[in-house]
């Protein structure tokens, strides 16, 4: 049962326009939401995280906004750099839980075209 | 200087072997983990450990057997691997089980492939 869905698995995007990738859940009892971009070879770096008390949080040129109504959360990249090709990860969790842990998404795949 | 580190990078073995894959963080936190990433791409927690304890145990075979030394350790045993264990093991950790503003730290992955 997948409880965190990217049904995007790729996205390409021009150089200096917006990318954004998108992410949907199922469990409504998911209180904090997190971004990861992944390159090849390497581990998910952290990017952005969002508490359900919120429905925007923004660093940078990345932005998530957060839907609860609609279990949609959002990833923006603006103005889109050649190095922002990579895997995305949307990944979730019920926090104060005891046990935490992130549930993840299968990733999108964004090309910066040049 | 590495924060996340696994060894080894890349992992080949037969079917039936036993082999370990070792981590060390050097970020003084306190929670390390063990993900999976399958074929698919699916991330998926297997074990949390927090300053040495058990604390997450997911729906794993106990061939997978994860042992922590200290709190800057978390190493991954595997006991009569499988074809179906083939897959990138990464490992991670954080400052704490909550700390979700700042995520988690992973290391780069240990590809494991059993013919």
């Known amino acids: 049962d997948q409880q965190v869905k990217q049904n995007s698995p790729s996205l390409s995007v021009q150089e200096g326009r917006i990318s954004i990738l998108n992410c949907d859940y199922t469990?409504?009892?998911?209180?904090?939401f997190l971004w990861y971009k992944k390159y090849p070879a390497e581990g998910p770096t952290f990017l952005i995280s969002?508490?359900?008390?919120?429905d925007k949080n923004e660093d940078g040129r990345f932005t998530v906004f957060l839907n609860k109504s609609a279990k949609h959360l959002s990833l923006h990249i603006v103005p889109s750099q050649p190095g922002d090709s990579a895997v995305y990860f949307c990944?979730?969790?019920?926090?104060?839980?005891?046990?935490?842990?992130?549930?993840f998404g299968t990733g999108t795949r964004l090309t910066i075209i040049p | 200087d590495t924060a996340v580190s696994q060894t080894p990078k890349y992992l080949v073995t037969q079917m039936g072997n036993d082999k370990s894959i070792k981590c060390e963080q050097n970020?003084?936190?306190?929670?390390m983990y063990w993900y999976k990433q399958d074929s698919k791409k699916f991330l998926k927690i297997m074990f949390s450990?927090?300053?040495?304890?058990?604390?997450i145990n997911e729906t794993v075979p106990n061939r997978f057997s994860p042992k922590s030394p200290d709190k800057a350790h978390l190493n991954l045993h595997i006991n009569s691997l499988e074809l179906g264990d083939s897959a990138v093991y990464f490992c991670?950790?954080?400052?704490?089980?909550?700390?979700?503003?700042?995520?988690?730290?992973f290391g780069s992955g240990t590809r494991l492939t059993v013919v």
């Open positions: 991670a950790s954080s400052q704490d089980m909550g700390a979700w503003d700042y995520g988690y730290t």
């Open positions: 469990n409504s009892m998911f209180d904090y």
């Open positions: 969002i508490s359900s008390i919120k």
């Open positions: 990944a979730a969790t019920i926090s104060n839980f005891g046990n935490e842990k992130l549930t």
């Open positions: 970020l003084g936190h306190d929670t």
């Open positions: 450990y927090n300053n040495k304890e058990l604390i």
